[in-house]
Structures are given as C-alpha cells and as structure tokens.
C-alpha cells in the first residue's frame, strides 16, 4: 500500500494543508484515499508512536479509523500528516536545536510501516521567519516564557539548515521519494500540493487562508509577554500567553498589530543569503515544487 507522509515541519502552513485534507474527507474516501483529521489522528497515532511494537503493529489494522465511512473495496493509499511526528518545536527553544528526537521517532514509523511504500512530504521555510515562527509556537506550549533574547543566546543556526536536517530524516525514515516544497512557494502553488499529496484528487472544498491559521504573535504582543515576565514571573507570562495574542492580535486590519520581528536587516539578510544557499544545495530530484517555480507536472501523482 502507499503512504504518504507529511512530517511538516512545524510554521509551514501545515495547519491549513490538515484543514483541506480534512474539508476533503468524502471526496477523498470516495476515490479509495484514508485520511484521519489531525485531532484524532495525533491522539490515535502520534502520541501512541513510540509504544506501538515495531514487528507487531499493523497499520492494516487500523483502516476504519482512516475510513470513518467504511472500508472501500479499492484502496489508493492513506495519508499520514502531523508535524509532531519528528517532535515538537519547544526542543529549539530548550536548546537551540530543532527535532533532536526525530531520528529516533522516523526509524521507529518506519519500522511500523515495514512492507509498504512511503513517500516523505516536507515543506521547508527561510531561516529567519521559521525559527521566529517556532519561537511564538513553543511559547504557547511552555510553563515558563523566554524572551527571544534567551532563545537567540541558544540557537544554533547550523542545526537548523534544511540539507542535512532533510537527509537526517530521510536516513531514519528511508523513504522511496521525498518531496518537497519552500513556505514561500505554498500560497500559489497549494493546490498542487494537496493534489499530490492526495494521490491525484482535486480539491473540491479549499476553504481558508494559508496565512490565517495559527498566526505567530504581533510585536506589542510579545513586549507586553516580556515586561509581564520581568514583573510577575515567567510562569505567570506563560499562563497569559493566549490571552495576550488574542487581545493584541498580529495582521493588518483595524485592531491588529504588526507582526513579531525580531531580527536586523543585516540577520534577515544573512538568512536569507544562507537560505538560497540552501535550498541550491538540496539534491533537484527532491522539490516537488521547484525555488519560487510551479510543481514539476512530472512528479504530480497519476489520478
């Protein structure tokens, strides 16, 4: 059977990629595709990851919760999508290096899914806004707020680059095929994505906004979380974390506040030097949708 997974990464617009699969249920049950909502899917699959027993569990098993409206006599594949399968982002926060468990989670998926034919979906972002992204991300997950400040001090900017973090997941998880896609690309190019990561099913319901599903936090936002840390505690500033985004939400309407930035011209344009650099080094065969191109038609999957 073939299997496609997408491991995000985390500030990707894999929120929005979720939300179209699952606003596609029937469509994509009625032409033999299962996929699981990202709710039930993470307290079925993900969370249970490392407990499953390689050599005993079968995802074969499991296809009624794939197809919530029966078991069709023809199976095209499933999709498996959640970001939390390489980990959490609160690990880049904790030391500065993203997805230190993912090895060790992709050989344990791959070893569930032994006998069947995995194709790894990635999307990859600049360096600059992912990291910033992630930082917002993390924070609303803590028990403690730490300042960007104190997140800098930690990154390691060379654990972060897309090359080697992109074959470290493929070494662990072998799959037949990767492909990917730059965040930047996504908003012109998210229908061919979902296409293919669909094996071939058009879309009938797109719905939403790439950009609007879980938004990072605006500057004032951040500044207010700061100074409630340095005054009350750290503990007391995790614990208004989503009630100060809220109230002081990040976009451009009436009411809404510019978006956290915290980096100089000069880091923005460090990264994103480092970032094409980057994205030129990532083997050609791997990009679905090629650097500020349009999906290769000759990668997108038969329907």
């Not at 972060?160 to 998880?173: G, H, K, N, T, Y």
């Not at 004032?220 to 974390?241: D, F, Y």
Request: overall charge neutral; glycine content about 8%; proline content about 6%.
């Amino acid at each position: 059977m073939e299997l496609h997974v997408h491991v995000g990464v985390h500030k990707t617009a894999t929120t929005y990629l979720q939300g179209l699969v699952a606003r596609n249920g029937q469509r994509l049950h009625n032409a033999g595709v299962g996929a699981m909502p990202l709710t039930p899917f993470r307290a079925f699959f993900t969370r249970n990851l490392m407990t499953f027993p390689a050599g005993q569990y079968r995802i074969d098993d499991h296809l009624d919760r794939f197809f919530a409206q029966g078991i069709p006599s023809s199976i095209r594949g499933l999709i498996l999508s959640d970001e939390n399968l390489i980990g959490l982002c609160n690990g880049l926060i904790a030391n500065g290096r993203p997805y230190q468990a993912a090895g060790r989670r992709l050989s344990h998926l791959k070893a569930l899914l032994d006998g069947h034919r995995v194709t790894m979906y990635m999307s990859v972002r600049s360096y600059d806004h992912f990291t910033a992204s992630a930082y917002c991300e993390a924070m609303r997950h803590t028990q403690e707020f730490a300042t960007f400040k104190s997140f800098r001090a930690k990154l390691n900017i060379e654990s972060v680059r897309w090359p080697a973090m992109i074959e470290r997941f493929a070494e662990a998880l072998e799959p037949a095929e990767i492909k990917l896609w730059r965040f930047e690309d996504f908003r012109d190019n998210g229908e061919a994505v979902f296409r293919d990561l669909a094996f071939g099913i058009e879309p009938g319901d797109h719905g939403g906004n790439p950009k609007a599903e879980r938004p990072s936090f605006s500057e004032p936002a951040v500044a207010v979380l700061e100074t409630l840390a340095s005054r009350l505690g750290p503990k007391v500033a995790a614990e208004m974390v989503n009630e100060i985004s809220h109230r002081l939400p990040k976009g451009s309407g009436k009411g809404e506040y510019s978006a956290f930035d915290p980096w100089s011209a000069e880091d923005h344009a460090y990264m994103a030097a480092l970032y094409d650099e980057d994205c030129a080094a990532i083997p050609s065969h791997y990009w679905l949708i090629p650097p500020g191109g349009v999906v290769a038609k000759d990668r997108v999957a038969a329907a």
